[in-house]
């Protein structure tokens, strides 16, 4: 296929490049653009299918005459032998633009009719369920740590693999940037308002304003410009760094990550999307936490205990201006109380959409 006019010029050159690599299987574009929603702020995401030895995904971006290109690598075993769950919505949302050995084709035409059964969406529901329960487990364990901003991080995105069930089950695909709006859409269908509305309070997102969205952002700017200083030359540290590890530190702490990030920020505050923008930004800025604290205590040959996520940046960092910020920026009512209230009634969600998740599949008459 062709690439759309607005990004064609750009990486057309960086793909003949990419093409030309013998480790390079397939390419296809996905995402946004591949969709058809995207905006002037959208990135570009090109599935790269590598012949390389791994066992792993991992992104790179890159810049493109002011163009950001996320590339998204998988092994090519993974679309020969079983596909993992987790790439279906990519394999599914992609157009090809190369194919040296034509398994991207296969896998493309096989996963557009395996798709919405039965069988795969039970896979991927049960996958994000497994989720949701991992993350329900950190925060009850950062409950009983007295880590009560931890847990109620963990309770939203928690809540957010479960929205992610129903997703799949109302046959609708989620955008991350558009994550706020797709789960309203999905709310109204199945009338689970509770669980929004907690999910709302848990990620401090209630009443988000222009401000307080605008002040977001400014935190995170500060936040990641200052851990960034203590991210140097990961990959090439002489103990033991997981290669996805240090593939996804270089992937966030890269100033082409940090220019496009903040521009797709800025163009939802623009657009009035406040709660949208702030979910954005504190959700990706966990995802970044984690590996950061993963990495940082490894340096000081202390294994990582992820329930304990914003403790443990107190113990790296003392009470200083990155602890401050942080504190800020995830504006989290953590009460002992008021976190056991919300993990209750989030077990209790995700208990019943568990029980009644095989039903609902059927009852949708997703395609035999």
Request: aromatic fraction near 12%; proline fraction near 2%; charge should be negative.
């Amino acid at each position: 296929m062709d690439l759309p006019e607005e990004i064609g010029e750009a990486v057309k050159s960086f793909l003949e490049d990419l093409k030309s690599r013998e480790v390079t299987s397939g390419i296809g574009l996905f995402g946004s653009w591949s969709r058809g929603d995207a905006v002037q702020s959208s990135d570009v995401d090109l599935l790269v299918i590598d012949k390389a030895d791994f066992n792993y995904e991992y992104t790179e971006r890159i810049n493109l005459d002011g163009v950001f290109v996320d590339l998204n690598f998988i092994p090519e075993k993974w679309i020969v032998g079983k596909v993992p769950a987790e790439i279906d919505q990519k394999i599914y949302e992609a157009k090809i633009l190369f194919d040296r050995s034509g398994y991207l084709t296969r896998v493309k035409d096989w996963m557009e009719k395996a798709y919405w059964t039965y069988e795969r969406v039970d896979l991927r529901t049960e996958s994000h369920l497994i989720n949701a329960y991992t993350y329900i487990s950190r925060a009850t364990s950062a409950a009983s740590k007295e880590d009560y901003k931890s847990a109620s991080i963990y309770i939203a995105v928690g809540l957010e693999e479960t929205f992610k069930i129903l997703a799949d089950i109302n046959m609708s695909i989620i955008s991350n940037s558009r994550f706020i709006r797709s789960v309203t859409s999905i709310i109204e269908k199945t009338g689970l308002k509770e669980a929004f509305a907690l999910y709302l309070e848990a990620f401090g997102l209630e009443n988000y304003n222009r401000e307080r969205a605008e002040e977001t952002l400014d935190l995170f700017r500060h936040i990641w410009s200052e851990t960034s200083l203590y991210i140097k030359d990961v990959e090439e540290k002489p103990y033991n760094v997981h290669p996805k590890v240090a593939k996804t530190l270089r992937y966030y702490y890269n100033e082409n990550f940090f220019e496009g990030f903040i521009l797709r920020s800025e163009a939802l505050i623009e657009e009035e999307s406040f709660i949208e923008s702030g979910r954005y930004i504190l959700r990706v800025l966990t995802e970044i936490l984690e590996n950061y604290v993963w990495f940082r205590l490894l340096e000081d040959g202390v294994r990582f205990d992820y329930t304990t996520l914003l403790s443990s940046l107190r113990k790296i960092h003392g009470e200083s201006s990155i602890t401050s910020k942080i504190n800020e920026i995830f504006r989290i009512e953590g009460s002992p109380s008021k976190i056991k209230s919300s993990l209750d009634m989030a077990k209790r969600i995700i208990d019943d959409v568990r029980r009644k998740r095989s039903s609902f599949i059927k009852e949708k008459k997703m395609l035999s």
